[in-house]
């Protein structure tokens, strides 16, 4: 199998080949498809390709982000009184309520 392979396997395939080699094909790079009356369930790859594929999600997850804000931002900015007075909260009443939460062991 080379670094870049895939292929696919039935379940009952894949049970007979056995979870050792499926793992070992993962393992040097190879991407094994399980298919459930020929329609693709489930993939095993390797724990390498698994954690760049969370970490190019993460990635386009903060590009979103990103990209939204820029779209939208407007350029006003509120400051924390502003936001306070906007919502309806005292700054004072939030500041006991937390004192109160810390003395009783809550965080």
């Known amino acids: 199998m ?26 040097i790079g190879g991407v094994v498809v399980l298919e459930r009356r020929h ?26 982000v990103a990209l939204t804000r820029a779209v939208t931002d407007d350029g006003l900015r509120y400051s924390l009184p502003d936001v306070f007075e906007r919502f309806g909260f005292d700054r004072r009443e939030l500041e006991a309520e937390l004192d109160e939460d810390l003395v009783a062991g809550l965080e």
Request: a negative charge; zero cysteines; hydrophobic letters at 40%.
């Open 39 to 64: 329609q693709p369930i489930a993939a095993v790859i390797g724990l390498s390709r698994f954690e760049r594929l969370q970490e190019a999600e993460r990635d386009l997850r903060d590009i979103g």
């Open 2 to 27: 080379s670094k870049s392979s895939r292929y696919s396997l039935s379940i009952s395939e894949a049970s007979a080949k056995g979870i050792a080699a499926l793992a070992h094909d993962a393992e």
